[in-house]
């Protein structure tokens, strides 16, 4: 039996997604998957995470202060070796099989990504017969790349080099599940298939004009940590709710149905479903993020952004869940 919480009427189950969706999904049950997952996967394996909640590193690098702030642990996804690959590998393997396993026809996959290792999730995705459909970019400036050779300070001619790209967007892979017939057939059997337009005149589009997590949610998350008054992190990966509500929105072409994410971390893809009032279920594996999740949901739903305030979306909550119906 996996542990599960019910917050605000929706199902958290806190353990190893594989044996979850296994156990507890039906084939065919959910209508698309919105997820951020491990993307190297040995970054949160036990000993990582307890290096980086320890500030020691690991695969986990701890960039210095600036401006006298502290700045967000990054994975370096450049010293994987090809055992860690293999395990990247087999890991985005079984995620293919059991996603294929539980989407409906048509549903589709959104799946967060990083430059270094995209080839070799889409991969997985492709050989678990999933459909490749797009690689959506969330521009987001970040500290990752751009730095200059180690010891450039005693070698002046080595100024001006740097020896990677600075990262300034995010992939997210954009897979769905095949169908043998029409959209709007599908459409009509399984509710899925295509993707909701942002409005009448402008359909969903690849290139998700972001920007950072904003402070304020960061905060959220921080204060649910289940350590209290002690120094305590927010989630490294918090995801921005317009962000997630933009993915989300995308993802129910009727608004119909249920979204899965499988790696939940602090709840951002079941905060941004619940403002959109759509039903959604997430699976963690680490038990203080889980707890940070069942936390932090309820506050995050309550971030304003501008995707909530969209016509649609306003008379679809008032028609299906209210936010006022917090129950934790
Ligand atoms: C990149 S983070 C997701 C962060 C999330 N987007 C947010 O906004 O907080 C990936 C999460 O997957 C969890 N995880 C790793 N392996 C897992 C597994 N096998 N089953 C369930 N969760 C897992 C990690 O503990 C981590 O919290």
Redesign the pocket.
Known sequence: MNECTQIMGYDLYQG???QVLEEEFDKNSIHAVVT???YSVIE?ETAHVEKMRDGKGGVWRIPPELDGNKRKPLPRFTVLTEDDKDKLRNFFKQFGEAVERVLRPGGHVFVACTQLLMHEVSQQLDEAGLERRDVLIRETKTLRGGDRPKGAHDHPEYKMVSSMPRVYWEPWLLYRKPFDRRLDENLGEWQTGGLRRESDERPFTDLLGNGKTPKEETEIVKNAHPGGEEEVEA?P???PQKLMRELCHAALPLREGTILD???????TIAAAYALGYDAVG????ET?YEMAQNAIPNLAEVPTEIEKRDDVEEHRTQSRSLSDFSN
């Open positions: 190893n997604s594989f951020d997952p491990p949160f989630h990966n918090l995801k499988p790696f939940m971390g602090s709840g951002s699976i963690e594996l680490d993020f």
